[in-house]
């Protein structure tokens, strides 16, 4: 069969063992990605059994990079991207350099020529968009100033790879040992010119028509009442426009998704697109990691394991170290810092993509490329294991900066970022989106002292304006969650659509103060059935209680107002 038809090869035996291999991780209480490289490695060349496609695996992977781009892109309005350009520019660029350095002085220690040193270096200095996106989407801060921050830095790092994707050819003569040719600068300047030229016409012209034909187009197409025709067309946009800045204008496929996700962030629409691409965006996710997976050829750990480690050393402790204390430099919480320097410790696709190119200019030999697979593979499985050690470091510096001394009476300590409550009897209510705010006004109408705990940063302002306390991040997180001292809270509010999610703040609150009244949100028999087994006292299903407001409201002949408070009366 995989001779015939390698698309359904990779898509079905790919996807099953990831599915399998996923379980089994998620039973074991590791990463999911651990299953995904592993199932990309069992279906790889390097070992027996089925051998899938590896160019198309890639190609798959391409399209993940796309959907997911278009979704960052989709949040991120071209205000959130100035905001955060003064620290995004200067943090992206110095950390690529120094890391380019760290990475050159590894393949100089390997015995490595000019032209490789340079393509390695590259290689290592640019983290894998898949990779960090998908952490910042599981641990909620892609709308927080940190999230904002670290999708300015990737934008960043993918122009540079741009760049250096067209460089690299014209330099390659130069770097070679067997230069006959020697490189005009002005030469070099022109090719610059032209690609930065390509670029800022692209986004040139999604900002001026894109903006007004893109939101235009799928308004129309919305109007139509077509569902199929809609998520069609947010597909076509999400690709189409990513195909045609890749093809005519020689910028990424990850850059042209994310700026046509920009351009409709702005429309009503953008949340409904938003959720037509998620399960595709998922499932190209995964075909990403066993597309890196299949490029592992696990004897590099035997033939190589000491190039090997100082490989992956650059990766996971050089580029972290640089990124942290440039940030801290640019004047940003050591939260943040550690956060987005975890996050860029990881190296995928762009990688590959210079390998590759290293590889086919003559600069770059097979076992650098194996180098760099290797370090690839090695620093994705620990990149769980270093958002923990971020996150320990973090709870380590707050709790410093609570001590005070003399020594720090001159500067003000940075603000800790989940400071834990100083509320005692206190009502927390996680999730402020359209249940959330209602339950927020209606607790404090009533008198409650209020901790507030919500994933994004934009709709708590307010809020916070009004005094009222305000965690922003993924309450699911221990961390977190733990800053809003359960164990002397009297009421916890669940208001959170995503039952797996609710289930484990549920579990932890439960196991924190095993008194404490818990309220849940869930739209599904089986969540409610969940949420209970968790610990939840009460749990109110979300289309039950609209029913039986339709249904008052149906008696009383449609005549009378519906009732705002009807899903917290509805306690079931
Ligand atoms: P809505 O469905 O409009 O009530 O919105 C739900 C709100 O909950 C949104 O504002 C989300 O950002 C927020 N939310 C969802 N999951 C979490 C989570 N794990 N931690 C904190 N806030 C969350």
Same mark, same amino acid.
């Given at each position: 069969?995989?001779?015939?038809?390698?698309?359904?090869?990779?898509?079905?035996?790919?996807?099953?063992?990831?599915?399998?291999?996923?379980?089994?991780?998620?039973?074991?209480?590791?990463?999911?990605?651990?299953?995904?490289?592993?199932?990309?490695?069992?279906?790889?060349?390097?070992?027996?059994?089925?051998?899938?496609?590896?160019?198309?695996?890639?190609?798959?992977?391409?399209?993940?990079?796309?959907?997911?781009?278009?979704?960052?892109?989709?949040?991120?309005?071209?205000?959130?991207?100035?905001?955060?350009?003064?620290?995004?520019?200067?943090?992206?660029?110095?950390?690529?350099?120094?890391?380019?350095?760290?990475?050159?002085?590894?393949?100089?220690?390997?015995?490595?020529?000019?032209?490789?040193?340079?393509?390695?270096?590259?290689?290592?200095?640019?983290?894998?968009?898949?990779?960090?996106?998908?952490?910042?989407?599981?641990?909620?801060?892609?709308?927080?100033?940190?999230?904002?921050?670290?999708?300015?830095?990737?934008?960043?790092?993918?122009?540079?790879?741009?760049?250096?994707?067209?460089?690299?050819?014209?330099?390659?003569?130069?770097?070679?040992?067997?230069?006959?040719?020697?490189?005009?600068?002005?030469?070099?300047?022109?090719?610059?010119?032209?690609?930065?030229?390509?670029?800022?016409?692209?986004?040139?012209?999604?900002?001026?028509?894109?903006?007004?034909?893109?939101?235009?187009?799928?308004?129309?197409?919305?109007?139509?009442?077509?569902?199929?025709?809609?998520?069609?067309?947010?597909?076509?946009?999400?690709?189409?426009?990513?195909?045609?800045?890749?093809?005519?204008?020689?910028?990424?496929?990850?850059?042209?998704?994310?700026?046509?996700?920009?351009?409709?962030?702005?429309?009503?629409?953008?949340?409904?697109?938003?959720?037509?691409?998620?399960?595709?965006?998922?499932?190209?996710?995964?075909?990403?990691?066993?597309?890196?997976?299949?490029?592992?050829?696990?004897?590099?750990?035997?033939?190589?394991?000491?190039?090997? !480690?100082?490989?992956? +050393? #650059?990766? @996971?402790?050089?580029?972290?170290?640089?990124?942290? $204390?440039?940030?801290? =430099? &640019? %004047?940003?919480?050591?939260?943040?810092?550690?956060?987005?320097?975890?996050?860029?410790?990881?190296?995928?696709?762009?990688?590959?993509?210079?390998?590759?190119?290293?590889?086919?200019?003559?600069?770059?030999?097979?076992?650098?490329?194996?180098?760099?697979?290797?370090?690839?593979?090695?620093?994705?499985?620990?990149?769980?294991?270093?958002?923990?050690?971020?996150?320990?470091?973090?709870?380590?510096?707050?709790?410093?900066?609570?001590?005070?001394?003399?020594?720090?009476?001159?500067?003000?300590?940075?603000?800790?970022?989940?400071?834990?409550?100083? !509320?005692?009897?206190? +009502? #927390?209510? @996680?999730?402020?989106?359209?249940?959330?705010?209602? $339950?927020?006004?209606? =607790? &404090? %109408?009533?008198?409650?002292?209020?901790?507030?705990?919500?994933?994004?940063?934009?709709?708590?302002?307010?809020?916070?304006?009004?005094?009222?306390?305000?965690?922003?991040?993924?309450?699911?997180?221990?961390?977190?969650?733990?800053?809003?001292?359960?164990?002397?809270?009297?009421?916890?509010?669940?208001?959170?659509?995503?039952?797996?999610?609710?289930?484990?703040?549920?579990?932890?609150?439960?196991?924190?103060?095993?008194?404490?009244?818990?309220?849940?949100?869930?739209?599904?028999?089986?969540?409610?059935?969940?949420?209970?087994?968790?610990?939840?006292?009460?749990?109110?299903?979300?289309?039950?209680?609209?029913?039986?407001?339709?249904?008052?409201?149906?008696?009383?002949?449609?005549?009378?107002?519906?009732?705002?408070?009807?899903?917290?009366?509805?306690?079931?």
């Amino acid at each position: 069969m995989s001779h015939e038809s390698p698309l359904i090869a990779i898509l079905v035996i790919g996807l099953c063992l990831a599915f399998i291999l996923g379980t089994i991780a998620n039973r074991l209480k590791i990463s999911l990605l651990v299953g995904y490289l592993l199932a990309g490695v069992a279906v790889g060349p390097f070992t027996p059994g089925f051998v899938a496609d590896q160019g198309l695996a890639l190609q798959l992977a391409e399209i993940g990079v796309i959907l997911l781009m278009f979704g960052v892109g989709l949040h991120f309005s071209v205000s959130d991207l100035i905001a955060v350009r003064a620290v995004a520019i200067p943090g992206a660029l110095i950390q690529i350099a120094l890391s380019t350095a760290m990475g050159m002085g590894v393949a100089w220690l390997l015995g490595l020529p000019l032209g490789a040193e340079l393509v390695f270096g590259l290689a290592l200095s640019v983290a894998s968009t898949v990779v960090l996106l998908r952490t910042l989407q599981e641990r909620r801060i892609m709308d927080t100033e940190r999230g904002h921050i670290a999708v300015g830095w990737l934008v960043i790092q993918d122009l540079v790879t741009v760049l250096a994707l067209v460089l690299l050819p014209v330099m390659a003569p130069l770097l070679s040992h067997n230069a006959p040719t020697t490189l005009s600068l002005s030469g070099l300047s022109f090719t610059v010119a032209v690609t930065l030229g390509k670029v800022v016409a692209f986004v040139a012209l999604m900002l001026v028509i894109g903006r007004r034909v893109i939101p235009a187009v799928l308004h129309y197409v919305a109007h139509t009442g077509s569902r199929e025709l809609f998520r069609l067309s947010v597909l076509a946009v999400a690709l189409g426009v990513a195909f045609v800045a890749s093809e005519l204008f020689g910028v990424s496929f990850a850059v042209g998704a994310f700026v046509a996700g920009m351009v409709l962030s702005e429309s009503k629409l953008s949340q409904r697109a938003a959720e037509e691409t998620l399960p595709l965006r998922d499932a190209f996710a995964v075909l990403f990691f066993i597309s890196v997976g299949m490029l592992f050829d696990p004897t590099v750990l035997i033939r190589d394991p000491v190039p090997l !480690l100082e490989t992956l +050393a #650059v990766v @996971v402790l050089g580029t972290p170290a640089v990124a942290f $204390l440039t940030l801290c =430099l &640019l %004047r940003q919480t050591s939260g943040t810092a550690l956060t987005i320097a975890a996050g860029l410790a990881q190296i995928g696709e762009f990688s590959f993509i210079l390998a590759a190119l290293g590889i086919g200019l003559g600069l770059l030999d097979e076992r650098g490329r194996d180098l760099l697979l290797g370090a690839s593979i090695l620093s994705i499985l620990l990149n769980p294991l270093l958002f923990l050690v971020a996150g320990r470091l973090k709870t380590w510096a707050d709790r410093r900066n609570e001590v005070p001394s003399a020594a720090k009476h001159a500067a003000p300590p940075p603000p800790v970022e989940h400071p834990v409550t100083k !509320l005692q009897g206190h +009502a #927390v209510l @996680v999730g402020y989106g359209r249940v959330g705010s209602l $339950l927020a006004e209606g =607790l &404090l %109408r009533n008198g409650w002292k209020l901790l507030v705990m919500e994933a994004g940063d934009a709709a708590v302002q307010p809020l916070r304006d009004r005094g009222v306390e305000v965690r922003t991040g993924n309450a699911a997180d221990p961390e977190m969650l733990k800053s809003a001292h359960l164990a002397m809270a009297r009421l916890l509010l669940v208001a959170i659509p995503d039952a797996f999610e609710a289930g484990q703040i549920v579990e932890q609150a439960r196991a924190a103060n095993p008194d404490i009244e818990i309220i849940a949100r869930a739209h599904f028999d089986t969540a409610v059935e969940h949420l209970r087994q968790h610990g939840a006292t009460t749990v109110v299903m979300g289309e039950r209680e609209i029913a039986r407001a339709m249904l008052e409201h149906a008696a009383d002949g449609g005549s009378a107002e519906p009732q705002a408070n009807a899903v917290v009366q509805g306690a079931s």
